[in-house]
């Protein structure tokens, strides 16, 4: 198991940007990860945005985030980043980090019935 907890989420104008963090606070143990970053908008399901393979640094990212959201891991620190820039109000939700055990270098899925672990999510609001 690995206990999970997002930050950095908050209110930011259109057009802004915001860093997210996922801590692993006990570490990740010896067992390879796959992350995902995952957000719910008001009404809407959730929906899985970005997923790294931790061993491999393999990623995925959907269309509406390409070229905008940048995932990024800081070994030393447990630690998996969110940059998030030229943000829409679009992007208002609440985000949550999950992993599950990987099963090789590939890309990492975000079905999210395959994650087991998750956090407890941290909230981006974003104005027009």
């Known amino acids: 198991q690995v206990q999970l907890m997002e930050s950095g989420g908050g209110s930011v104008q259109n057009g802004g940007s915001l860093r997210l963090s996922c801590e692993a606070s006990?570490?990740?143990?010896?067992?390879?990860?796959?992350m995902g970053w995952f957000r719910q908008a008001p009404g809407k399901e959730r929906e899985g945005i970005i997923s790294?393979?931790?061993?491999?640094?393999?990623?995925y990212y959907v269309d509406t985030v390409r070229g905008r959201f940048t995932i990024s891991q800081d070994n030393a620190r447990n630690t998996l980043w969110l940059q998030m820039n030229s943000l829409t109000p679009d992007d208002t939700a609440m985000y949550y980090c999950a992993a599950y055990p990987a099963l090789g270098p590939g890309t990492c899925t975000l079905g999210q019935k395959t994650y087991t672990n998750w956090g407890q999510g941290t909230q981006v609001t974003v104005s027009s």
């Open positions: 790294l393979n931790l061993g491999s640094g393999r990623t």
């Open positions: 006990s570490g990740y143990g010896d067992i390879r990860w796959c």
